[in-house]
């Protein structure tokens, strides 16, 4: 078997262990990247001040609502196909 068509049963697998169709399942997995980018951003980045630290939890702010948007994405366009399956 060749590297791609691993990858490719990898993603099947994935994809019908959380049941989400394939728009659904990219935009899932952008929020998980939003949401690891927001935790990791602590271990990055060291605050020397108060500045330091606003700036970090906006920063932060901005990953985790990047995060819910596309989560709600995937949510949204999960339902849409599930309607347009049983149509």
């Known amino acids: 078997m ?3 068509g691993s990858a490719t049963s990898s993603s ?3 994809k019908e262990a959380l049941g989400l169709p394939t728009p659904s399942l990219i935009a899932f997995l ?3 990247g939003c949401f690891l980018a927001a935790i990791s951003l602590g271990m990055i980045y ?3 001040n108060f500045a330091d ?11 985790l609502l990047g995060q819910w948007r ?3 994405r995937a ?4 339902e849409r196909a599930s309607k347009a399956t049983r149509e």
């Open 2 to 4: 060749t590297t791609a």
């Open 12 to 14: 099947n697998n994935i």
């Open 30 to 32: 952008l929020g998980i």
């Open 46 to 48: 060291t605050v020397k």
């Open 53 to 63: 630290f606003q700036a970090l939890q906006l920063w932060r702010l901005q990953w």
């Open 70 to 72: 596309r989560l709600s």
């Open 75 to 78: 949510c949204s366009l999960k």
